[in-house]
């Protein structure tokens, strides 16, 4: 077997580059569906179009269904549940994108709680400069972006980072039909919370209310944003080491608030430019130092020229 390259080639770039501008502009097709849809069967109708038809084309991964029920409940429920009610007028769509990366964060502690792995000091100077960030917006918050909607988008990332150590234990699993058979267990209990909690008549009215845009949205979520997205991204992720992909979703909130900016007229205000600017340096510190590290250690390896010497 021929060893991975070290860097991704322009073309692979530019694949990563559309995926991680699919994941960033979804934010603002997630606010087109919410205008006529409940966030509950919002997010039950996205994974169940991500489950049919791909379900009948794509096998079960040879994984316990209990791993798949664990990551679907986390993902569904969890995540994207609790994102979509964040985003339903309580945190705007580029904020939104920002926050939800410190699912790094959460992932790096539940790694640390289950598995006993060491934290490392650059990874507390990360988490130290994200912090700083989220505490400048928790400090503006206001009518469009309140301490609600703030919490509920951190605990979406944590359910993110809980699914993230789930699909670690099946590391040989194909990601899309894993993501695919995953989304069964989404479905149901998204279902049932939006009949408890956003009741009949209001899903009865967001149904009649939703024109094509909604339904389109609904499948964006499930066609672009998951089969593309996933399927691109573990097919990159099997080609090259995950230093050279992980990286290149620090464009993710760069698309998330740029496009929330341009469709939306979402304000970029200086505090807002600063609290990005934060998070974005602490993401790029957990990413970027080990690689950083390693490649200043095999420069200060080299062997001296003999005029050097």
């Known amino acids: 077997m021929s060893a ?12 990563a580059l559309a995926v991680t501008a699919v994941w ?35 096998k079960r991964p040879a994984v316990p269904w209990r791993n798949l029920a664990a990551y679907g409940l986390l993902v569904g429920a969890g995540q994207f549940g609790l994102l979509y009610i964040a985003m339903n007028g309580h945190i705007t769509p580029g904020l939104a994108s920002l926050v939800v990366q410190t699912q790094v964060f959460f992932t790096i502690g539940l790694a640390t709680m289950i598995s006993g792995e ?23 918050t ?21 699914s993230n150590i789930v699909v670690r234990a099946t590391p040989n699993a194909d990601m899309l039909a894993y993501v695919v058979w995953a989304s069964l267990f989404a ?24 024109d094509a845009a909604t339904w389109g949205a609904v499948l964006w979520q499930a066609i672009g944003n998951t089969l593309f997205g996933y399927a ?6 099997s080609r090259y080491p995950v230093a050279a992909v992980a990286p290149m979703a620090l464009m993710v909130p760069v698309f998330g608030m740029g496009s929330s900016a341009l469709v939306l007229g979402e304000p970029l205000q200086s505090w807002k ?18 690689r950083l590290r390693a490649r200043l250690a095999a420069v200060t390896s080299l062997p001296l020229p003999p005029s050097a010497r």
Do not use: Y
């Open 4 to 15: 991975q390259p070290d860097s991704l080639s322009w073309r692979h770039a530019l694949l």
């Open 24 to 58: 960033g502009s979804n934010f603002v097709v997630i606010h087109a569906a919410l205008e006529h849809l409940p966030p509950l069967l919002f997010a039950a109708l996205r994974f169940a179009f991500s489950l049919l038809p791909a379900a009948l084309f794509l």
């Open 118 to 140: 060491r934290v490392r000091p650059f990874q507390v100077l990360a988490l130290i400069v994200t912090l700083a960030g989220v505490g400048i917006i928790l400090h503006h």
């Open 142 to 162: 206001d009518k469009t972006t309140t301490a609600l909607g703030l919490g509920l988008v951190l605990v979406a990332a944590a359910a993110w980072a809980g």
């Open 187 to 210: 479905v149901p209990p998204l279902l049932a919370f939006s009949l408890a909690f956003e009741g009949w008549p209001q899903i009865r009215a967001g149904l009649a209310s939703a």
């Open 232 to 237: 691109m991204w573990g097919w990159l992720l």
């Open 273 to 290: 430019l600063q609290a990005a600017g934060l998070v974005m340096t602490g993401l790029a510190i957990n990413l970027l130092w080990p």
